[in-house]
């Protein structure tokens, strides 16, 4: 399950567009994504595919532009870690407090990999996108629907704004879904192991909160499609969450490594888990 907004185009900050340099990946087994033991028992890398050239003809769609989201990072972490840091000091008053959550820092190679998923234009998930660091890593898109055709440089100027509404609307699923996710939930993730994307109401924000997601690295696509402008996020995570595992703990525990200067709820980058 992915998410698809609609809204009205709302003017925001200058910012500049960039286009993701892409290089292509040697095919086969020079191609490091497409080692058998990244992704599960028959599932394929995204990256061990060959990326469309032509995306408006593979996706039936008008002009489009995949977007590299690098020059907004500082957008992206700050949307991400304001709400991990109210987790951990207590301030989220739904949820118990995380007593070990990581800072979350930028990675361009889960950038790069959720390049990759906008080309595929549709809100869904790839089969895998896993890397040798990082072998569990989770997944968030949201699909915007401007409404209307939207000029380009207004949709430039909008791209800090989509990323902070992208990041809230995941977040607030713990309590804007059908069951609102309670502290068991948070200890024993209800989701199910053989289809853990499907029928959990509350999956992007638990992308989101695991305790120890050290890193994201994000994309975008703005199209055109029988002129209506949208917008298509993608972040790709270090972890993913587990069925049946806690999403992140909140009894007796703490930082080893010490407080993050800026979010002194979180921990500092360099801690490490088993």
Not at 32 to 51: D, N, S, W
Not at 172 to 181: A, P, Q
Not at 266 to 272: F, G, R
Request: net charge positive; hydrophobic share 35%.
């Amino acid at each position: 399950m992915n998410v698809l907004i609609s809204l009205p185009a709302i003017l925001c900050g200058m910012y500049f567009l960039l286009v993701v340099a892409q290089d292509e990946l040697p095919t086969g087994p020079k191609n490091p994504y497409c080692v058998q033991q990244l992704c599960p028992r028959g599932k394929r890398h995204i990256a061990c595919e060959k990326p469309p050239k032509d995306i408006n003809k593979s996706c039936s769609i008008g002009e489009s532009k995949v977007v590299n989201l690098t020059d907004y990072l500082e957008n992206i972490l700050k949307a991400h870690n304001d709400f991990r840091q109210r987790l951990a000091n207590g301030r989220n008053m739904t949820l118990p407090r995380a007593a070990r959550m990581v800072v979350m820092q930028w990675s361009e190679e889960l950038a790069t990999l959720a390049s990759y998923n906008v080309r595929m234009c549709k809100a869904k998930q790839d089969d895998c996108h896993n890397t040798a660091n990082f072998k569990n890593s989770g997944q968030n898109i949201i699909l915007f629907n401007m409404t209307r055709l939207v000029d380009n440089d207004l949709m430039e100027k909008m791209y800090p704004q989509l990323i902070t509404i992208g990041a809230r609307t995941w977040w607030s699923e713990h309590t804007n879904s059908s069951r609102k996710m309670t502290a068991a939930d948070v200890e024993h993730n209800p989701c199910s192991a053989i289809k853990p994307y499907q029928h959990q109401p509350f999956n992007h924000f638990a992308v989101m909160a695991v305790e120890n997601n050290t890193h994201v690295g994000c994309a975008g696509l703005r199209y055109v499609a029988k002129d209506i402008s949208y917008f298509k996020l993608t972040c790709n995570y270090a972890e993913s969450y587990m069925c049946g595992r806690p999403i992140y703990h909140f009894r007796a525990t703490g930082c080893t490594t010490g407080a993050n200067v800026q979010y002194k709820a979180l921990c500092s980058k360099k801690e490490i888990f088993a």
